[in-house]
């Protein structure tokens, strides 16, 4: 028997969904959204997958009315929610005053039951329909569980530990995310919005998650990038990835502007990586990901295919076609006969270019798009030039502690080192990460590097850079202008040619990510530390990535609650909590 939920029952109709029809949005002359349209129907987990900028976190805020787009409209039922970056809470506000807030409704409502009551016993007339009216919108919203639900909420999402009493701006990054999440989902929206729900998640936190889900009623709509949460939670999935496409198909923008039976066709992406529309897929994302790779694979035949028609069409136009050979003059050398032959020939030479000229405009009106290039991450170890000499020790840990948030750890990494640190939220997985790179000073034990041993830490959320600065130009400040025009930015397959200058506030979060690693990647060091890896990147690098890991030259330390990745690994593991090395 499935345990019953602990979410109130919807107040949009169940006929309600949320409705975008033929969106198109651009940030000064950079078009991220162009003509998408979606249905997710009341009772719907759809997901939003794609690269890292195609747009699924714009998109998210569209649906949320915090951006207005250029063109196309916008239909959400009820009280709309959006979990996001941005906490919706004051920072001075406690950690009881952040729960108090997303139950205030729910508990005025049951203050609403007990004045109706009381005026019910005083005998004020219409007392019975208003105490009637007052137990039904109570019910409706769960009201009388609203303890239940919040030590449920609270607890699953690995906060229980923490003082009621302190500031949700003292909080660490991971527990204001899932503070954040715990507020969204105690408010009950009618409509929800998730922006990478899972990336600061353990195992609990994401069954919690996924449990909940799957009674909530209204529509939800999520951008993630964790594959076993999508495997679990999502129904639908919708890809703003390209996808085959006839090229007469694609509007320009201004067309895509102006044109309104443009902008309502099923559109897919083009090369540059603009969005235009989405495919839909109703299915596991395991099972998508063998869809796509065969939907690519007829992509590129085709487009190869007609590529070699159209060069023999033109080619057919173009040449002087006649009948008979040119150097053999008619059997007679009459006037009559030399005209009848030339006129039978200009015929048949017209209906042939006729013909071929058809055919070919035929063909140009229906090719499809070319295949969208796409980003080929080089590896971990691209740059790197050697491995460390020798197989002696790059880094010994002995009891390494910091206050409460570690306890002594030990261990030891070599050159062929490949450790996967994981454990619960708050066990000290990052906190680990930074007392080896020596970003944290330890209260107890010692770290020792070899002289060599050089550590940097690819930390789960991207480092703040000037906000004016170009992507490149962020490359360059970080690793010098020497080292950059040797191992350009674009040369590692992490950012798109038409991100490169884009400036930094204007990057997504995941292209902020994919800069950062690019930066450690750029001087290859003897111990890399990777924290959260697959937080906020795209599924197709996260895999790229995961592939390149036996390949790169020195020890490798990862920390993740990717349970693709924990499932999948070979090598050492460290369980925080345990305090023990296994193999």
């Known amino acids: 028997m499935s345990r019953p939920s602990l979410l109130p029952s919807s107040t949009a109709s169940a006929s309600d969904h949320l409705r975008m029809d033929g969106i198109s949005l651009s940030f000064g002359d950079r078009r991220v959204l162009t003509d998408v349209s979606l249905v997710v129907s009341s009772g719907e987990r759809a997901a939003l997958i794609g690269e890292n900028g195609s747009g699924k976190s714009t998109l998210l805020r569209v649906a949320a009315s915090l951006l207005t787009p250029d063109v196309g409209s916008v239909h959400a039922p009820g009280v709309v929610g959006l979990f996001h970056q941005e906490p919706p809470f004051a920072p001075s506000l406690r950690l009881d005053g952040v729960l108090a807030d997303a139950t205030g409704h729910l508990r005025s409502l049951t203050r609403a039951v007990e004045r109706a ?13 208003e105490l009637d009216l007052a137990l039904e919108a109570a019910r409706r919203a769960g009201a009388w569980d609203v303890e239940q639900r919040t030590h449920r909420v609270v607890e699953g999402l690995g906060l229980t530990h923490l003082p009621r009493d302190r500031p949700a701006g003292e909080l660490s990054g991971g527990q204001r995310s899932r503070l954040s999440l715990a507020w969204m989902l105690l408010r009950s929206p009618d409509t929800l919005l998730l922006d990478e729900p899972t990336n600061h998640l353990d195992d609990a936190g994401t069954a919690l998650l996924v449990d909940l889900l799957s009674t909530w009623s209204g529509p939800v709509l999520i951008a993630s990038h964790d594959r076993a949460f999508l495997d679990e939670s999502a129904t639908t999935l919708l890809d703003l990835d390209p996808a085959p496409m006839p090229r007469t198909g694609v509007p320009s923008l201004d067309d895509g502007r102006e044109q309104e039976e443009d902008r309502r066709r099923v559109v897919t992406a083009e090369p540059s990586g603009s969005g235009y529309g989405l495919t839909r897929f109703t299915g596991s994302y395991t099972a998508y990901l063998q869809h796509r790779r065969a939907v690519r694979r007829r992509w590129v035949q085709r487009y190869q295919e007609e590529q070699g028609e159209l060069q023999r069409l033109r080619a057919r136009v173009r040449a002087d076609q006649r009948v008979g050979h040119a150097d053999r003059p008619p059997r007679t050398e009459s006037r009559i006969s030399r005209k009848f032959y030339s006129d039978r020939n200009a015929t048949v030479v017209a209906r042939r270019v006729n013909d071929a000229r058809t055919a070919l405009e035929r063909l140009e009106a229906a090719q499809v798009r070319r295949p969208s290039a796409r980003l080929r991450f080089r590896g971990l170890g691209a740059l790197a030039r050697h491995r460390p000499e020798g197989q002696g020790p790059l880094l010994v840990a002995q009891d390494l502690s910091h206050t409460t948030r570690l306890t002594p750890v030990s261990l030891t990494l070599r050159p062929d ?32 590097r070899a002289p060599t041993g050089s550590v940097a830490l690819l930390s789960q959320e991207p480092l703040t850079r000037e906000p004016d600065s170009t992507a490149s130009e962020v490359y360059a400040a970080a690793i010098g202008a020497q080292r950059a025009d040797r191992y350009p930015l674009s040369g590692l397959g992490l950012l798109a040619a038409r991100d490169l200058d884009q400036r930094w506030r204007d990057l997504s979060v995941g292209q902020r990510r994919r800069l950062d690693l690019a930066i450690v990647l750029a001087d290859p060091p003897a111990v890399l530390l990777l924290d959260e890896p697959t937080n906020h990147l795209s599924l197709l690098l996260v895999s790229e990535l995961e592939l390149s890991l036996p390949d790169y030259p020195g020890a490798v330390v990862v920390a993740s609650h990717d349970r693709w990745l924990r499932e999948d690994w070979v090598g050492e593991r460290l369980e925080l909590g345990e305090g023990t090395l296994s193999r």
């Open 417 to 448: 080192s490949r450790l996967l640190v994981t454990g619960a939220n708050g066990s000290g997985k990052s906190t680990l990460l930074r007392l080896l790179a020596g970003d944290l000073a330890p209260t107890g034990g010692s770290v020792t």
């Open 117 to 129: 009551s009381a005026a019910l016993g005083d005998g004020i007339a219409g007392a019975a329909t």
